[in-house]
């Protein structure tokens, strides 16, 4: 019995606890092997990090700065800008032979027949023959719409002229004229304005900018104006003069809208430049403008381009030249790059169409 308690006792007794200190490690030898293996880690992690930042120094440096757009050696928006011999093409001032001006009724060879002269098809430069206004009851109508259109437009401005209309109701109007071009060309007395790439500029530059990219310059507007006085008779004996602006596709609707109003104010202050000389004339004169900016809507065609009569009045002798060549292509038939045709289609839609309307043509004259 005593023995069987002295077991249970025994049983029930707590153990005593490990010792808990670490058995210690055997030693490890570093071999040759390791060492190597650990020199290579490590150089090749210096090299990754020297690379680096040699990529990060030549990005910085070099790529960064170069992605900045380089300012042109030319723009192409003014006569003589790169100098004698040569011409702008692409932002580069390049040396393009120039050939002369074909007269009316020589041969088109070795010169330019330039618009609205044409090559016929003995290849003799001609000057396009003018019929007088037809005056139908049709166009005679429209002139009436058109100076309703006008009055509405202003008189929703306050007063303002310049275009006032907004682009919804222009496009009205031309939905309830289909014919608008069409009819418009009843008219064979006018001038065609063709404007540079974003010009005139919507934004006002300051300071060295508006230096150097200021469009007009002076030679530019004494030009153009130059050219509307070569038909002062006719402006000044007209009714109405009506002024149709375009805008190239390509931007937004609403800049392309905002480019043609821009560029029916500068037509219209050429026009009064060169017809009045006192405040009383410039008034006078602004009485018979009935304006239009198109903006995109409606862009003109070469094809259809081909038919106008209107003497083309560009910002240097390049974009004439450029002009009539393409025009001279498409009247032989010859067929037109797509580049051709694109840029020159460009070209005629950055304009303002000016329309001379006779008095006997306008109701109630």
């Known amino acids: 019995?005593?023995?069987?308690?002295?077991?249970?006792?025994?049983?029930?007794k707590p153990a005593r606890p490990r010792s808990s200190a670490p058995v210690p490690a055997p030693p490890v030898q570093a071999l040759a092997d390791d060492v190597g293996v650990t020199v290579l880690i490590y150089g090749i992690y210096f090299t990754m990090v020297v690379f680096l930042g040699a990529a990060l120094y030549v990005v910085f440096a070099f790529v960064i700065p170069g992605t900045t757009p380089t300012i042109p050696a030319c723009r192409g928006d003014r006569e003589g800008e790169c100098g004698e011999g040569k011409v702008c093409r692409a932002g580069s001032c390049v040396t393009e032979p120039a050939l002369l001006e074909c007269a009316v009724g020589s041969s088109c060879d070795g010169c330019a027949c330039l618009q609205p002269n044409s090559c016929d098809g003995a290849n003799v430069c001609q000057s396009p023959k003018l019929d007088k206004a037809a005056c139908s009851?049709?166009?005679?109508?429209?002139?009436?719409?058109?100076?309703?259109?006008?009055?509405?437009?202003?008189s929703n401005a306050g007063g303002e002229m310049l275009s006032?209309?907004?682009?919804s109701k222009v496009e009205e109007f031309l939905l309830n004229?289909?014919?608008?071009?069409?009819?418009?060309?009843?008219?064979?007395?006018?001038?065609?304005?063709?404007?540079?790439?974003?010009?005139?500029?919507?934004d006002i530059l300051e300071g060295d900018d508006a230096q150097k990219y200021l469009w007009p310059d002076e030679a530019t507007k004494k030009h153009y104006v130059e050219e509307v006085k070569k038909l002062s008779k006719e402006l000044k004996s007209a009714r109405h003069i009506v002024l149709v602006g375009r805008a190239s596709r390509g931007g937004t609707a609403n800049k392309n809208f905002a480019f043609a109003q821009a560029r029916v104010r500068f037509a219209r202050q050429m026009l009064i430049d060169a017809l009045a000389?006192?405040?009383?004339?410039?008034?006078?004169a602004s009485k018979k403008f009935i304006e239009f900016a198109l903006g995109d809507v409606r862009p003109l065609q070469l094809d259809f381009f081909l038919s106008y009569s209107y003497p083309a009045v560009t910002w240097s002798s390049q974009s004439i030249h450029d002009l009539s060549k393409t025009l001279e292509k498409l009247g032989r038939n010859q067929a037109l790059t797509q580049s051709e045709r694109r840029e020159m289609e460009d070209m005629i839609n950055r304009s303002v169409a000016i329309f001379v309307i006779p008095t006997e043509c306008s109701e109630g004259s």
């Open 1 to 12: 019995m005593n023995k069987l308690v002295q077991r249970i006792r025994a049983l029930l």
């Open 164 to 167: 006032s209309c907004p682009a």
């Open 277 to 284: 000389e006192t405040h009383i004339e410039r008034s006078e």
């Open 177 to 202: 004229h289909q014919g608008f071009d069409r009819l418009l060309k009843e008219f064979p007395r006018g001038l065609l304005f063709l404007y540079p790439s974003n010009a005139p500029p919507l």
């Open 137 to 154: 009851k049709e166009s005679i109508e429209f002139v009436k719409d058109l100076q309703a259109h006008q009055a509405a437009c202003v």
